[in-house]
């Protein structure tokens, strides 16, 4: 094997198939990338954690001698993203060591048999495909993902449900004190949900932020696994089995408090009660809603605050208690300047919505409170 591509444009293909590369394994192979340059070339590098597999093609690379290799991907990653950016040559040599030059440097590392890498699948025949445009499909991650539980223990719900039902596709994640709901409509009359793992939708997020190109992402979903494709990549994902918690039994039907609100004034006056609600390490803060105001008080053995927004209401006074944390993650993933918050007791879940219809929905739990 032998091919000369330039530095910048291998760094940034290294960077987007690093993503899937163990590191938590003993199995040593899994902590390489396949390097294989094809006689059409093509230079096509894959990782694979066994959970996510990425494959990236780079187009019009000068190809000496076809061939394929494994290569460490810390140290080979390393090494390409500190050369300057100018033409490297790769070559594989009869002993299998792999020799890097640029114009003034040249590094000779240990190559593995690509032999021992394993496959990444293929797709089951019995499968869905959906288009979904691009940023749209980043935002609906960057909405939900967060509400995952991060303990994995709970089974399924580490993972995001991908739900496609009556022409529309959702995202639901919740993990036992909060829930994210995000949605949009798709071309595809389909019927099928989808279990993946929240950090490996994170990884895709990082992944379709290095892409350019405004090209939908074309998703092909079968039972055991789902292909993301776009832009020379293709990332291949290990589904988890189980069955997704009901989720629409958990939210509330009716509500005796509607509050509209404005998301930044809640933001910012949340940030500076937590200030002393973590203080308190159990970052509670009271929401009392009197008439036309929504008062945010949070105490502690340091001190005490006191926040006054000014909101529209609908229905009865309340007060009720919160995770400011809770709240916070939700805020910050919501770009709208006003949002809808419906209540149906102290003691009930508060649900936080769009004013604008039905692209989103979050449902927090409160903390029980003395009065």
């Known amino acids: 094997m032998k091919f000369t591509c330039n530095q910048h444009v291998l760094a940034k293909a290294l960077n987007t198939v690093s993503k899937a590369v163990s590191t938590k394994t003993t199995i040593n192979i899994l902590r390489g990338i396949l390097i294989n340059a094809t006689e059409t070339g093509k230079l096509i590098l894959t990782a694979s954690d066994l959970d996510i597999s990425i494959e990236k093609v780079i187009e019009d690379v000068e190809v000496e001698e076809p061939g394929s290799t494994v290569?460490?991907?810390?140290?080979?990653?390393?090494?390409?993203?500190?050369?300057?950016?100018?033409?490297?040559?790769?070559?594989?040599?009869?002993?299998?060591?792999?020799?890097?030059?640029?114009?003034?440097?040249?590094?000779?590392?240990?190559?593995?048999?690509?032999?021992?890498?394993?496959?990444?699948?293929?797709?089951?025949?019995?499968?869905?495909?959906?288009?979904?445009?691009?940023?749209?499909f980043k935002d609906m991650i960057r909405k939900t993902s967060f509400s995952a539980s991060i303990d994995e223990s709970k089974g399924v719900i580490v993972g995001v449900l991908l739900e496609m039902v009556g022409g529309k596709f959702n995202m639901v994640a919740l993990d036992g004190f909060r829930m994210a709901i995000s949605r949009t409509l798709m071309g595809e009359n389909i019927e099928r949900n989808t279990i993946i793992a929240a950090k490996i939708l994170n990884d895709v997020n990082k992944i379709i932020m290095d892409i350019e190109e405004e090209s939908d992402i074309k998703m092909v979903i079968s039972s055991k696994k789902a292909m993301l494709l776009l832009e020379n990549t293709k990332i291949i994902i290990r589904l988890l089995e189980g069955e997704f918690i009901k989720y629409r039994d958990i939210i509330p039907k009716e509500s005796e408090t509607k509050v509209v609100i404005n998301r930044n004034f809640?933001?910012?006056?949340?940030?500076?009660?937590?200030?002393?609600?973590?203080?308190?390490?159990?970052?509670?803060?009271?929401?009392?809603?009197?008439?036309?105001?929504?008062?945010?008080?949070?105490?502690?053995?340091?001190?005490?605050?006191?926040?006054?927004?000014?909101i529209e209401k609908e229905g009865n006074d309340l007060k009720i208690g919160f995770n400011s944390k809770y709240i916070l993650d939700v805020l910050k993933v919501v770009d709208e300047e006003k949002v809808l918050l419906e209540f149906k007791a102290s003691i009930n879940p508060c649900l936080l919505k769009s004013i604008n219809g039905e692209k989103y929905e979050y449902l927090i739990l409160p903390v029980r409170i003395t009065n």
């Open 266 to 310: 809640l933001m910012d006056s949340i940030e500076r009660a937590s200030l002393l609600a973590k203080e308190g390490r159990n970052n509670l803060i009271i929401f009392n809603i009197e008439d036309n105001k929504l008062i945010i008080t949070s105490k502690s053995e340091e001190g005490n605050v006191r926040e006054e927004i000014e």
């Open 71 to 136: 290569v460490m991907a810390r140290l080979f990653g390393d090494i390409i993203r500190r050369l300057p950016n100018e033409d490297i040559m790769v070559e594989e040599q009869e002993e299998g060591n792999i020799v890097i030059k640029s114009s003034s440097s040249e590094f000779k590392i240990v190559g593995l048999s690509a032999d021992e890498f394993p496959g990444i699948g293929e797709i089951e025949e019995n499968s869905d495909t959906v288009y979904l445009k691009k940023e749209e």
